[in-house]
């Protein structure tokens, strides 16, 4: 049920170019810069949110990312893996808000429920479910999920934005699944 969820909601928005974009953003197109924010903020700010489980924070890291990414196009080449290099800048930035932390606050229900109520097209008791499922993984484990099953990225291009050898990724993944699996058929989210 939860996998079908994230699958629908990972294949349901066709985005656009990317690689166009940022080389139209390289070029000082404004359009171009709203149209990139308005394909991917959505999905940054969640995976902010899921890193660093504090509203102000993970919308702090969407603003400093693109920034970072309005800059970095003068550097940017395209090779069809613009995604992949756009959140590569939001996790660095996340894990300098988490350094300037040193510890996660953690992420208030209210919060976490409204991100997924923009995601996930689904009713308030799989809603309640899936953010209780969610809460039992460890940090790690949720961003790998939410970066595969959400944004869907590949695992090998997830080991290279969380800077993790593709093997843990995939075990971290494997293991992430079997307990969402296990807390689901048992009913055990709370």
């Known amino acids: 049920m939860l996998t079908v969820y994230l699958t629908s909601v990972a294949n349901s928005t066709a985005s656009p ?14 359009d171009a810069l709203q149209r990139l924010y308005e394909a991917i903020s959505k999905e940054v700010y ?3 949110l899921s890193v660093v489980q504090n509203e102000h924070d993970a919308q702090d890291v969407l603003q400093d990312s693109f920034l970072s990414i309005v800059h970095g196009t003068k550097t940017y080449r395209p090779q069809g893996k613009a995604k992949a290099w756009i959140y590569t800048i939001v996790h660095n930035r996340c894990v300098q808000v988490l350094r300037t932390r040193q510890k996660t606050t953690p992420l208030s229900e209210e919060d976490e429920q409204g991100w997924i109520d923009d995601r996930i097209p ?6 309640l479910a899936l953010s209780a499922c969610m809460n039992r993984l460890s940090d790690e484990e949720r961003q790998i999920v939410v970066l595969h099953a959400v944004s869907g990225f590949r695992h090998r291009e997830i080991a290279q934005i969380l800077h993790l050898a593709l093997p843990t990724v995939l075990s971290k993944y494997s293991r992430a699944l079997k307990k969402l699996r296990v807390i689901l058929e048992k009913g055990d989210t709370a």
Do not use: I, K, N
């Open 17 to 30: 170019d990317l690689d166009d974009l940022l080389d139209r953003v390289r070029q000082g197109d404004r």
């Open 46 to 48: 969640g995976y902010a």
């Open 122 to 127: 689904c009713t308030t008791e799989d809603r």
